[in-house]
C-alpha cells in the first residue's frame, strides 16, 4: 500500500466521527450536501474513494478545511484560526483542528437582563467545564450548581443538563467535549 492509499484509507473513519460527533444521521448529512446516503456511507466504510466532488461539501458542513478531511500535513502556520460556531443562543471557537476523540471549545455566554430558564438537554458524551470568568450555573440531574472562576465540573451529557449564566452578567468557560466513555484525566504532581 503507498502514501497516497493510506491517506485516502482514512478519510472514511474522519468522515464517520465528524459525523457522529455533530449527531448527524446519514440521512440529515444526506439532505444537507445532496450527496446520497448509500454513497455517504460507502465514504464512509471505504468502499468508495473520495473525491473532491464529494469532500468540498462535506467540509462546508462539517465547518473544517478540506485538508483536515484528508489528513493533510500541516505546513507552516502552526496557528489555528478560530471559527465561531454560534449554538442556543452561546459562542463556541473550537480550538482542535482534528475529528473525532476529545474536542476542545472556548464557550462564551453572553450577558443577559434577566437569568435564562433553564431547559435542559441530553446526548451523547461526556464533558468536562472550567470557568475562566463569570459565574457559571451548571444544572446536571436534580443538582443546581454556580461555579467561580478556577472552578471545573466534568459530567456525562445523557444526563439532563444545562449551562448559562448564573447572575446575568458574561461568562467564559474552556470545553473538552468527548465521545461517550472517553474522560479527560487530569493528573496533579
Do not use: C
Not at 44 to 54: F, N
Not at 72 to 101: E, S, V
Not at 153 to 176: K, N, R
Amino acid at each position: 500500500m503507498d502514501e497516497t492509499d493510506e491517506v485516502l484509507d482514512a478519510v472514511g473513519p474522519r468522515l464517520r466521527a465528524l459525523r457522529k460527533h455533530r449527531g448527524l444521521t446519514l440521512a440529515e448529512l444526506s439532505t444537507t450536501t445532496g450527496i446520497s446516503e448509500s454513497t455517504l456511507s460507502r465514504l464512509e466504510s471505504g468502499g468508495r474513494r473520495p473525491t473532491l466532488e464529494l469532500l468540498l461539501p462535506l467540509a462546508r458542513v462539517h465547518g473544517v478545511p478540506l485538508d483536515d478531511l484528508v489528513g493533510a500535513p500541516r505546513t507552516g502556520d502552526p496557528r489555528i484560526h478560530l471559527r465561531p460556531i454560534h449554538r442556543h443562543g452561546m459562542t463556541f471557537l473550537p480550538l482542535t483542528r482534528r475529528a473525532g476523540g476529545v474536542q476542545a471549545f472556548k464557550m462564551l455566554i453572553p450577558g443577559r437582563d434577566e437569568p435564562a430558564e433553564p431547559t435542559p438537554q441530553t446526548h451523547g458524551g461526556y464533558e468536562w467545564v472550567y470557568v475562566l470568568n463569570g459565574q457559571l450555573r451548571l444544572v446536571v440531574g436534580d443538582r443546581d450548581l454556580v461555579l467561580p472562576p478556577g472552578e471545573a465540573a466534568e459530567f456525562d451529557t445523557a444526563l439532563p443538563h444545562w449551562l448559562g449564566s448564573a447572575d446575568g452578567h458574561a461568562v467564559e468557560t474552556l470545553v473538552l467535549f468527548g465521545p461517550q466513555g472517553e474522560r479527560a484525566h487530569v493528573r496533579a504532581r
